[in-house]
Structure formats: structure tokens, C-alpha cells
């Protein structure tokens, strides 16, 4: 038992070490002194302080911002209100609609974003910001809809029937009982929409305009042009902020003994 309680832990020490340890060396070189070689040449806080100077950074990064509250509170909302009908109601289709929620989890970026500039090519709608919105809201519904379902099947139905016993509706129960008991869910999904939203590259470069520039749109097209130090201190602080918004959402998902 000690002898294979021992391998496991290596295995998953190594593991974690293989993922994380070139975010640790981007957030090392992010104080290093120079700007081309990967060679310490000492600490200094230079690369933070122009990055936080950069107007152009600070501009899509209020975009980003702003379109990930927005595509996760709506996202939310619909996701919500899809978990519920899809829980508490039987109906033509139900199990085939529970299907294609997991197929748009699994289905490419790449697929969808392409699909989604058809259909916006189709409809004439202009791409820019209400583009960018309405795509990623229909990639962070199908998150939301899982993360909340998967704490509806956690209730005890007999809490739904009691409440129509004492002459409740569906409105009421919906407001007085199901949305204070999936409030953790809903934080959930929110953070885990923000994130989802905050870091896309490919379906954004899909539905983006030339007006509405985003945050990881503007890296990418630094990036391409060389990797500077200044990239290196706006990925950690996006690491940050994405390690305390899924921090946020394992702490809001925990049960409560």
C-alpha cells in the first residue's frame, strides 16, 4: 500500500509540475531585466509599470471586461432557466436536447467560430461588439446549463412537491426555492463563463471586428511579433485574476457540512 500510495504521488507531483512549470517560468521572466535574453539579469519591476502605461492594453482590456460580465450574466440567466426546464420537465426531445448541451462542450472552437461567422454573415449583422457578444454566450451556456444541473440532481424533489402542497407555483417556486438553493451553482457558472470569455482567442478572431479589439486578441497580435516582457507580465496578471475567478467557483461549489 505505501509502495503504490508513493507512485501515485509522483505520478500526479509530476504531472502538475508538467503543466504548471512553464507558468511559473512566465511569471519568473515577467521581473527579469532584460528584453530579449533568457538569461536572469536581475529583478526589476520595468515591465509592470509600462504595462500598466499601455493605453492600447488598458482600452481592450475595459472591452474584455465588459463583454465577459455581460456574456456571463446572460449566459447565466438563459443556462438557468435551460437547467430547470431540462430537470423539472418532461417533454418531446428532452434527452436529445441533454445530448447536444455535451456536444457544444466538446465540439472545436475552431468549428464554431467558423459557424457562427457564417450565420453572422448570413443575417447581416456587422461584426464588433454585438457579435463578440452573442458568440460567446452561446460557448458559455453550455457550461453554465452543466454546472447548475449537476446541483439540481442533488435536491430532494420532495421539497418541489411540499411547496405545491402549501399552493405554491412553478414562478414561486422557481424564485423562493430553486434560486436561493442554486446560488452557489449560479456564482459558479457566472465565474466560470467570465473566465471562459476573458481568455477565447479562436472563436473571438472568428466574430471580431476591426472597432471592438479585445484583450487576448491584442496579445495574440503581440505575440506574433516576438515575445516581450511586457506579454510576460500581462499573462501573469491574467493568471492571477483567472486562478482567484476558479478559486471563487471550487469555494462557491463546496458543500457546506
Not at 438557468?80 to 417533454?91: E, K, N, P
Amino acid at each position: 500500500m505505501r509502495i503504490s500510495s508513493l507512485s501515485s504521488s509522483v505520478y500526479f507531483t509530476l504531472t502538475y509540475l508538467f503543466f504548471y512549470i512553464p507558468i511559473i517560468l512566465l511569471i519568473v521572466y515577467s521581473f527579469n531585466n532584460t528584453q530579449y535574453s533568457l538569461l536572469w539579469h536581475g529583478f526589476t519591476w520595468r515591465w509592470y509599470v509600462e504595462l500598466f502605461s499601455d493605453s492600447d492594453l488598458w482600452i481592450s482590456t475595459w472591452h474584455s471586461f465588459f463583454l465577459g460580465i455581460a456574456a456571463a450574466t446572460i449566459a447565466t440567466w438563459i443556462g438557468l432557466l435551460a437547467a430547470v426546464c431540462l430537470y423539472r420537465y418532461r417533454f418531446f426531445g428532452r434527452n436529445f436536447l441533454n445530448g447536444l448541451v455535451f456536444i457544444l462542450i466538446l465540439s472545436p472552437e475552431i468549428v464554431m467560430g467558423a459557424s457562427l461567422l457564417i450565420l453572422f454573415t448570413l443575417v447581416h449583422l456587422p461584426l464588433g461588439f454585438m457579435s463578440l457578444l452573442l458568440a460567446h454566450i452561446s460557448f458559455c451556456i453550455p457550461f453554465v446549463i452543466v454546472t447548475i444541473y449537476s446541483r439540481l440532481v442533488s435536491f430532494d424533489k420532495n421539497i418541489f412537491e411540499a411547496a405545491k402542497d402549501l399552493g405554491a407555483g412553478d414562478w414561486l417556486i422557481f424564485l423562493r426555492i430553486l434560486v436561493p438553493l442554486l446560488w452557489p451553482a449560479l456564482f459558479a457558472g457566472w465565474l466560470l463563463s467570465f473566465t471562459l470569455s476573458l481568455d477565447d482567442v479562436i472563436i473571438s478572431y472568428f466574430v471580431a471586428g476591426p472597432e471592438f479589439q479585445i484583450l487576448p486578441l491584442q496579445i495574440y497580435s503581440m505575440v506574433r511579433s516576438g515575445i516581450k516582457p511586457e506579454i510576460n507580465a500581462l499573462c501573469s496578471v491574467l493568471f492571477c485574476l483567472t486562478f482567484i475567478l476558479v478559486l471563487m467557483s471550487q469555494l462557491a461549489l463546496r458543500k457546506k457540512v
